[in-house]
């Protein structure tokens, strides 16, 4: 398994992983397979979309209309209970196809971490599965 560090910058924030994710890729050895992409966290989230100038805005404007504003039960923060449905909703991961050491992506699918809590330091897990070319 090996780990990404991100630092996000803003409290929305879309942030790309589609290259460290394939460089990752290339040093593991997996020519072919399933690569899983996990956030460790739960006010964020793993997913992947077209990134067309200014779709990101475009997402996080529609995510936040998709949580009412209603009197939330967490206990250290009520406000923050938005955060942490939205990545829920979104969820911690995506599996990705490998083939021939390269990740099997559309044509405008890029892989990205969705920040909802930010700015903070954030942790993705990579762990890749399949055949190896050294094998």
């Not at 879309?14 to 966290?41: K, N, P």
């Not at 805005?57 to 209970?81: G, I, K, S």
């Not at 971490?113 to 330091?121: I, Y």
Request: charged letters at 15%.
């Amino acid at each position: 398994m090996q780990s990404i560090h991100i630092a996000t910058r803003a409290k929305d924030q879309i942030i790309d992983l589609t290259d460290q994710i394939a460089a990752a890729i290339a040093t593991s050895g997996i020519t072919d397979g399933i690569c899983q992409v996990f956030a460790a966290h739960t006010t964020c989230a793993i997913t992947t979309a077209d990134l067309d100038p200014g779709t990101d805005h475009d997402y996080l404007l529609a995510l936040r209309h998709l949580v009412p504003q209603l009197a939330y039960l967490h206990p250290h923060d009520p406000a923050h209970t938005p955060d942490h449905i939205l990545a829920m909703l979104i969820g911690p991961e995506v599996h990705l196809p490998l083939r021939a050491g390269r990740l099997a992506l559309g044509t405008w699918q890029r892989v990205i971490l969705v920040e909802l809590d930010g700015p903070r330091q954030r942790t993705v897990h990579l762990t890749c599965v399949g055949t190896n070319s050294a094998a």
